[in-house]
């Protein structure tokens, strides 16, 4: 095989795998939407789990959920704004990133200290009762 025809397969090959991977990742949409497919409605928690002027995390669906005054709750992406690592806690009227201390407010979402520069997307929630599911 010729030296360039050898890179014209290597090269598309490159290309190939490059469009899997952002393809996997959800590279190139603009769907701000991050609920996860099939679980509008089902609940995440109850009232009771989440401390008022505090919250809680939720790892596995990409969530911070905070009561930021008693009976109001807010639900925001728990991927930081800045470099993308998931926030660790929840403490002093802020939802904290550990990589980079940037500090999100619990209320809004907005960046109360950077480095992130953007606040932390909303998320839809409702409150039915004690039970608190995807919006």
């Known amino acids: 095989m010729s030296g360039v025809a050898r890179r014209t397969v290597v090269a598309a090959a490159g290309s190939a795998g490059l469009a899997a991977a952002l393809a996997a990742c959800g590279g190139g949409t603009d769907d701000k939407n991050t609920t ?3 679980t509008e409605g089902a609940t995440l928690a109850r009232t009771g789990d989440i401390p008022v002027g505090g919250g809680k995390i939720f790892a596995d669906k990409g969530l911070v959920i905070t009561q ?4 109001e709750f807010k639900a925001f992406s728990s991927k ?3 470099r993308g690592c998931a926030v660790s806690s929840v403490r002093d009227g802020v939802i904290v990133c550990p990589c980079h201390q940037s500090h999100f407010d619990m209320s809004d979402g907005s960046v109360k200290s950077g480095p992130a520069t953007a606040p932390l997307p909303p998320e839809p929630i409702q409150v039915v009762g004690d039970e608190i599911s995807f919006g």
């Open 36 to 38: 996860p497919e099939g």
């Open 68 to 71: 930021p005054k008693a009976g």
């Open 80 to 82: 930081c704004t800045h």
